[in-house]
Structure formats: C-alpha cells, structure tokens
C-alpha cells in the first residue's frame, strides 16, 4: 500500500526529475505539468488505500460470519471476533479522508 506520505516522497522526486526534464521551459508550463502530476499522484495514492480499505472490509465480513458460526470452540469464535475487529480498524484508519485546511500561525 502507498501511504500518503510515501505518495509525497514520490511526487517530490518526479518534481525533481522534470525539473530537469523542463529546465528551459516557461515557468507557467513547469507549473502546469507538476499540478497535472500531483493530481495524478494524490488520484493513485488515494485509489491504492481505497482498495486496501475494501480488502479489509472482506477480512472483516469473513471474521464476523466465522465467529457467529456455532463453535464448539469458545476460543475460535473470540479469535474471530478480535480478527475481525481487527479488520474493522485497519479499514478505519487507511480510509481517505479530506485533509483539513492549512491554517496559518
């Protein structure tokens, strides 16, 4: 999975390389090419934690009909149960979400 942070370090290294790539050109066009690029990146980053949120919501459908089989295994069930809690948590915290505005200091 792409973190976002990762997806930052990526993009800073594109931006360095066609830097390079634009270094004659018009500050407007190296504007609008690394604009289009962050888009493009950000698009990928938040794509790759979407699917990863929708794997983890599988494990968590998966845990949650195995622990509410009858067991004869107590145990089986409990550890059902925290996987899929696990799953559940896991979705949580790789869901996209809007960043909050930047607030001057």
């Known amino acids: ?48 934690r979407r699917r990863c949120v929708g794997l983890c919501e599988q494990r968590a459908t998966l845990w949650q009909k195995t622990s509410a089989t009858s067991s004869n295994v107590a145990a089986a069930r409990d550890e059902a149960r925290s996987r899929s809690n696990e799953a559940e948590y896991l979705a949580d915290v790789l869901a996209v979400r809007p960043e909050p505005d930047a607030v001057d200091a």
Do not use: F, N
């Open 1 to 48: 999975m792409i973190s976002r942070d990762r997806g930052r370090r990526i993009l800073t290294a594109l931006q360095a390389a066609l830097g390079d790539v634009l270094a004659g050109s018009p500050a407007s066009t190296k504007a609008a090419v690394l604009e289009r690029l962050e888009a493009v990146v950000e698009a990928e980053v938040a794509r790759e």
